[in-house]
Structures are given as structure tokens and as C-alpha cells.
């Protein structure tokens, strides 16, 4: 038998999944708190132990692989020239790259943007600026002003090819330690991600894996190869567009709610539906991530409750309730377990309202303009009205009684927001994507199939 084992060491928890590979069948699941400070180790050798207990005695991994979110994730801080471009072109790449983002920087840094930076936990720094061959005087500025700071970073410079050389120079006079590669945006709103991910996956890879005290998988395992966030976004996009021996789902959005963030990830072109409407901005990525820090079960449920309102929060229910009051204890209380029939349908209205504020955001939106007697109709972001397929994953999710009352808030009914209009839902029940995103760097055929098995349809 050829027998894989797929391993999450996530912020909370490190998750084992047991694949049969000639079968195309999970064998077995388990889960154990992850220990950072006492090391990453324990945590899985206790998962495993609960693994072991569930499989036969002759089962033996012929690979093991992992992905992780431990000791706060892959953290990082995109720069770039103007705020709504390169610097957004820079943040969009890092998000994709499966990064949690301390901080956006655009224009010239100041000083006291150098010392935020230097006092950050910063994992790696994105520099951006600048198309090719245009601005390059804000890129080199700001190169210099990171020389000078002596930051023990790493630095991957993604902008205007036309000033890597003086970057270069200046970076290896101050014994920086920088990556280049291909512009994030070398024409205007024009996104070219793809190069900076892979160079920001091989650096989480050789350095920070082991910056991060876990270097001691070495040995035990065949290798971190992403944070958890990219291995999602890859089998998210390996389930949307298949291989060529296996059909994908088509264009689908992932929504995940937990304790302290909403993930949302959507994978499709998204342009324009009407030919006669005109697309502005910044292109989106194929496969797009946004995570939302106010919106959370948990660490961010009085952030939640600021951002959605009391009012929208109230609609969920026809008995008198303190809502303000239930999430403050949310929020103290960060690892409570609903043990009411209320606790369920208050979690519930908060991951609903989570959904909906999240999906808007993510999504594109219309607006109209009057000139010479008729309307011109202007697109931002994604279309995302045509997507069939939603997937609904987070502990909120999984457990719900009824995913669907949840899930069902990914529509807007502001017909100007390009969310869903009609989809299918499903839920990720053996939190599996990360995994299936893990499989798929060296069995893509076989994690299609197993992700498509396994997935739980709802709707």
C-alpha cells in the first residue's frame, strides 16, 4: 500500500491527515494542540499517537508533508510607490503567497516608518515601486532607507526592473539580505504575482521555518513546503480548474471563519460579464485571498460587532438578547465552546454576518456614470455573480446544524456588488483543502479526486 501523511501545524491546532494513495481515501484524521514555546514536535507526536490508534499496525507513510501557520504564521510588509497600485500590487502578491500583513507602506518611507518596521515581527519584507522603466527614484529611496536601518530581513524586491541594478549595489554594500525577481505590476494595473510567491514560498521554506524553532521536523518529515494559507489557495485552485486528466469544479470561492480572521478566496477571472462595461483599477489575481481582521469568532468578536452592527446582528433573532454582551464574552473568553441551543444560534449569526461582510469586500462592485445622455458602467475587482460553487469551512461551519443559513449570506443584495447569485454550497467537514493543497505539489490527479470525494454538499 502507498500511504501519505499530510500534516497542518496550524496556530492552534496541528492537524494529521492519512491518505491512502492507490485508494484515493482519507484512512484517518486527528488533531492535538500545536506547542510552540516546548516545540512544534510534541504537538504532532501527540497527534500522531491519536492517528496511530486508528490505523492498522503495518501502515507506514512513504511521504510526509506539511504546511504551517505555527508561531503566528508567515508575517510580512509590503511597500510600494502609490497606494492603490504597486503597493497594492505588493500586499495582493503577499496575501497570495499565504502571509498574514503587518503593514502596507507606500510613497517615500519616514523615519518613523523605519522604526515601525524595525520594531515589527516582521518575517520578510516586500519592496515594490514603480512600473518597468518608469518611477524608479521612490523604489531606490526607500532601498536606501532599509540599507541604512541595517535590517536583518529578509528583502524580495519585486518592482521597476529599471532600478534592480542600483538597488543591488546599495543592498550589497550594506550586507542586506534580498532576493530579486519579476515585477509585481510592470505595466499599470497590470498584476504579475505569480514570480514573488514562488520566491516568498522558497524563503518561508529555507529560513523561516527554521527561524521559527522548527527545525527539529528535520528528519521526522519530508519538508514544510508553504504556509497553511497557500496550501488552501493551492487546492482551492487545483479543485477549480482540475488537471488534464481530472475535471475541475470551475470557478469557486472558499470562505473560512475563525476565531480570530474570515479568509475569503475566490478563484476565476472575474472580468466583466456585459461587454459594455469597462473595467478600472487594479486586475485581480486569478486566485485571490483577503483575510479580514475584524471579523472573527472570537479574538475579533467585539471588532465584529463594531463592523456588522448591533442591528444586523439583532435581525437573527425574534428573542430578546444582549448582543454587545455576548460578544464581549466571546472575545474574554477566546476558547468557549457553545453548550446552548443559544450559544449555537448566536455563533451562528455572528459567522453569518462574518460571511457576508467578508464576501463583499472581496467582491468587485458597479458604478455608473452620466455622459452625453446615456450611463457608462465601470467594474472594479472581481465579477463573482456567475460562481456555482461555494465551500464553507472553520469550526463555526463545520459544526453548524444549518451551514447553509450561513453560507447563504455570500449573495449581497445590493445588485451593484458582483457576490454570487446562485450557488451550490459545500462544506469542508475533514478540513482538508490545506492538505489537498499539500498532496497537489507532487499528486495533483489525485488530490482533485480526493478533494471532490470528500467534499460535503450542503445545498
Do not use: W
Amino acid at each position: 500500500m502507498n500511504y501519505y501523511l499530510l500534516l497542518d501545524f496550524g496556530s492552534t491546532y496541528t492537524k494529521l491527515t492519512a491518505v491512502d494513495i492507490e485508494k484515493e481515501e482519507i484512512i484517518a484524521t486527528a488533531k492535538d494542540i500545536t506547542t510552540v514555546t516546548s516545540g512544534v514536535m510534541n504537538g504532532f507526536r501527540n497527534a500522531l499517537k491519536k492517528l496511530r490508534e486508528k490505523l492498522p499496525s503495518d501502515v507506514v507513510f512513504e511521504k510526509t508533508l506539511a504546511c504551517s501557520s505555527a508561531a503566528g504564521g508567515l508575517k510580512m510588509i509590503a511597500i510600494g510607490l502609490s497606494r492603490n497600485l504597486t503597493a497594492e500590487a505588493a500586499k495582493r502578491s503577499a496575501l497570495g503567497a499565504g502571509a498574514r500583513i503587518l503593514e502596507t507602506y507606500s510613497y517615500e518611507l519616514s523615519d518613523d516608518d523605519i522604526n515601525e518596521i524595525v520594531n515589527s515581527d516582521c518575517d520578510i519584507i516586500l519592496l515594490s515601486g514603480g512600473t518597468d522603466f518608469g518611477n524608479k527614484r521612490t523604489i531606490i529611496y526607500n532601498a536606501k532607507k532599509l540599507a541604512d536601518a541595517k535590517l536583518n530581513i529578509p528583502i524580495v524586491v519585486a518592482g521597476n526592473i529599471g532600478a534592480i541594478d542600483e538597488i543591488k549595489c546599495i543592498f550589497d554594500a550594506s550586507a542586506i539580505d534580498y532576493i530579486c525577481t519579476e515585477n509585481v505590476m510592470p505595466k499599470v494595473n497590470t498584476l504579475n504575482a505569480e514570480p514573488a510567491r514562488e520566491v516568498i514560498r522558497k524563503i518561508f521554506m529555507d529560513r523561516i521555518v527554521t527561524a521559527k524553532g522548527m527545525n527539529d521536523v528535520e528528519g521526522e518529515i519530508d519538508g514544510v513546503l508553504m504556509p497553511t494559507p497557500a496550501a488552501v489557495i493551492k487546492g482551492a485552485e487545483l479543485l477549480s480548474t482540475g488537471t488534464e486528466n481530472e475535471e475541475g469544479m470551475g470557478d469557486l470561492i472558499v470562505v473560512d471563519v475563525g476565531g480570530a480572521t474570515t479568509d475569503v478566496h475566490s478563484i476565476g477571472v472575474g472580468f466583466p460579464s456585459d461587454s459594455d462595461i469597462r473595467f478600472e483599477g487594479l486586475r485581480e489575481p486569478f486566485a485571490k485571498r483577503t483575510v479580514e481582521g475584524d471579523l472573527g469568532m472570537r479574538y475579533s468578536a467585539l471588532s465584529l460587532y463594531e463592523a456588522v452592527g448591533e442591528e444586523r446582528l439583532r435581525s437573527y433573532f425574534s428573542e430578546e438578547i444582549d448582543i454587545l454582551e455576548n460578544c464581549k464574552y466571546r472575545a474574554e473568553n477566546i476558547m468557549m465552546v457553545p453548550n446552548s441551543q443559544l450559544d449555537y444560534k448566536f455563533d451562528e449569526a455572528m459567522a453569518g454576518c462574518a460571511v457576508e461582510a467578508a464576501v463583499i469586500r472581496h467582491a468587485g462592485s458597479i458604478r455608473k456614470e452620466y455622459s452625453y445622455s446615456r450611463y457608462i458602467y465601470y467594474q472594479r475587482g472581481k465579477d463573482l455573480t456567475n460562481v456555482k460553487v461555494v465551500i464553507g469551512t472553520g469550526g463555526v461551519i463545520v459544526h453548524s446544524k444549518n451551514p447553509v443559513k450561513i453560507l447563504d449570506n455570500v449573495k449581497s443584495y445590493d445588485s451593484n456588488i458582483l457576490t454570487p447569485a446562485d450557488a451550490n454550497f459545500y462544506v469542508d467537514s475533514e478540513y482538508i483543502l490545506s492538505a489537498i493543497g499539500l498532496l497537489g505539489m507532487i499528486l495533483p490527479d489525485k488530490a482533485v479526486k480526493i478533494m471532490k470525494k470528500y467534499l460535503k454538499k450542503v445545498s
